[in-house]
């Protein structure tokens, strides 16, 4: 079956990210800041019309989503139907196909983005698997080939440990959004100390946790070890204190998108 160029969008917290999909193939096309999604000279309708693929493209777009902010739904189909009149939208939910089952209790409550990294872990063909995603709040999707989606873990993101420190204190500055990991341990400076206790203490946190989710596949009979993603934009800061063999994806999120629309998109789902 062909399918046409496939928008997949990406809304989060602080940034929206997007990409296009052609047959087998997934580009990653930028970002657009989320409050700024309805903006007429930046926002997104105007980011997607300056895409010269889908100017040459002689079938009509779709488009898949998915948000961890509900209230942007809206400005998204709307955005899509400025730039795409008619454009087919649809928006990744835990009643989709993913490729896996859930068995997490109450699957309302997972983020859409989550959805996206399980069904791209599962694409994938790698499971079980742990997905992690390191946005704004960093989460950890637990996936196994029995059980499927079992649930996961949320922690603060680094940019989150910022802006507390900042917001809760007199004197602290607010850091840089995305900060260069550390080059020593001891700060020089009020500057340097945060960035030092921020990077390297969330280095440590993230590591800690992988250590418990690994230790619980372990525990399981005959469990093999799970493939490890990791996504978003902190991985930089955990280039050194992850094990090897993490697989990072930058688009993760985008391609599971991509490959939970396959699945689902009329007429019917794609066979595994």
């Not at 010269?52 to 400005?75: D, G, H, I, Y």
């Not at 080939?145 to 802006?163: C, K, N, T």
């Not at 990991?181 to 206790?197: D, F, H, L, N």
Request: net charge negative; with cysteine; glycine share 10%.
């Amino acid at each position: 079956m062909n399918h046409p160029p496939l928008i997949c969008i990406d809304c989060g917290n602080t940034h929206t990210h997007l990409g296009l999909a052609t047959g087998d193939t997934l580009a990653g096309k930028g970002e657009v800041p989320t409050p700024a999604l309805a903006d007429p000279q930046a926002g997104l309708a105007a980011t997607l019309r300056g895409w010269p693929e889908l100017a040459r493209a002689t079938t009509a777009p779709a488009a898949a989503f998915c948000t961890v902010v509900p209230a942007a739904a809206p400005a998204i189909r709307q955005a899509l139907e400025q730039a795409f009149p008619g454009c087919p939208c649809w928006q990744l939910t835990c009643e989709a196909d993913l490729g896996l089952p859930i068995t997490y209790p109450q699957p309302r409550e997972i983020g859409q983005d989550r959805l996206a990294n399980a069904a791209a872990a599962a694409a994938a063909g790698t499971l079980p698997a742990v997905v992690i995603d390191l946005g704004t709040a960093v989460t950890f999707d637990i996936l196994s080939a029995d059980r499927g989606y079992e649930g996961g873990i949320i922690a603060p993101g680094v940019a989150i440990m910022h802006r507390y420190l900042h917001e809760q204190t007199a004197l602290l500055p607010l850091l840089d959004p995305a900060p260069a990991p550390p080059p020593e341990a001891v700060g020089k400076s009020t500057r340097e100390a945060m960035r030092i206790g921020c990077a390297i203490g969330f280095a440590g946190m993230i590591r800690a946790l992988l250590d418990h989710v690994l230790a619980e596949f372990a525990r399981r009979p005959g469990s093999p070890r799970p493939a490890l993603f990791t996504t978003g934009g902190s991985a930089h800061l955990l280039e050194s204190s992850l094990p090897p063999g993490i697989r990072h994806d930058p688009l993760l999120t985008l391609r599971g998108l991509a490959a939970a629309w396959k699945r689902n998109f009329t007429p019917g789902p794609v066979s595994p």
